[in-house]
């Protein structure tokens, strides 16, 4: 069978996201081209309708646009920045940010829960960006979340998986798909998050700020489908001692 993950009704090949932190049409083309994205997210401020440098006019069709309510410090501000990309155009994916401190911008995750079920109850498809917590990966999960996205390390830092632990317990204890959002440096770290059970990785910084943009994002793809073939083969043992591959003895026998 094609392994496809699905977000509400749709489903999707591709498990590369690019995120919106640093755009250009270099990135967009190596995303798409060489990284195979299908999901695209947006920041509502980037997309001047009609304007100069409206990022929606350089999206490939096919491609699914994924706004953000970034800039949003509580749930209704989140809420009225998704409508806005609704009205837009944008559909009716929305990505969650809500982060009310500028030191860390680490996303907070009570008002996170509470724009997901306004927006839920609104009809969109829901992916709130989050701290990895259980409690309120599971609150999201009641209120409405089609996905839920645990940071791996502060935005923008690619200092990889900080937070393996805690995403492991939400590949663990949630049924839903787990994509890991924010913090994520080398292609080696992605696979390593796939190799843990994630659906999928979304990437900016690391690409944005490489040497060579579209090497790059093609080693992300090809580190992605690594892990998750890694995954869905199964690893195999862990033992304490060493055992040989092959019989010690009796290779001489005839």
Same mark, same amino acid.
């Given at each position: 069978m094609e392994d496809v993950f699905k977000l509400g009704s749709h489903t999707f090949k591709s498990r590369f996201i690019l995120g919106s932190g640093k755009f250009s049409l270099d990135i967009i083309n190596a995303a798409v081209g060489e990284a195979g994205a299908e999901i695209i997210t947006l920041a509502l401020r980037r997309a001047n309708a009609g304007g100069i440098g409206n990022i929606?006019?350089? @999206?490939?069709?096919?491609?699914?646009?994924l706004p953000n309510t970034s800039g949003a410090r509580k749930a209704d501000e989140a809420l009225r920045i998704a409508r806005l990309a609704r009205e837009c155009g944008c559909g009716d994916f929305?990505?969650?940010? @809500?982060?009310?401190? +500028?030191?860390?911008?680490?996303?907070?995750?009570?008002?996170?829960?509470?724009?997901?079920e306004m927006m839920a109850k609104e009809g969109f498809i829901v992916l709130p960006y989050m701290y990895p917590d259980l409690n309120a990966a599971r609150d999201m999960v009641n209120a409405?979340?089609?996905?839920?996205?645990?940071? #791996?390390?502060?935005?923008g830092t690619n200092k990889g998986l900080v937070t393996k632990e805690f995403i492991q317990i939400l590949v663990d204890e949630i049924d839903l798909p787990i994509?890991?959002?924010?913090?994520?440096g080398r292609p080696s770290q992605a696979c390593e998050a796939m190799e843990m059970g994630v659906s999928a990785i979304m990437a900016n910084t690391a690409i944005a700020t490489a040497g060579d943009v579209p090497a790059m994002a093609r080693a992300f793809k090809n580190a992605i489908e690594a892990g998750r073939t890694a995954y869905? /083969?199964?690893? #195999?043992? @862990? %033992?304490? %001692?060493? +055992? /040989?591959s092959s019989p010690l003895t009796g290779f001489l026998d005839e």
């Open positions: 929606l006019d350089y @999206v490939p069709k096919g491609v699914t646009i929305v990505k969650v940010e @809500v982060i009310h401190e +500028s030191k860390y911008l680490l996303p907070d995750n009570y008002e996170t829960a509470k724009a997901t409405g979340a089609a996905a839920i996205m645990p940071l #791996g390390a502060p935005i994509i890991v959002d924010a913090g994520i869905l /083969a199964g690893f #195999g043992r @862990v %033992k304490d %001692k060493a +055992s /040989a």
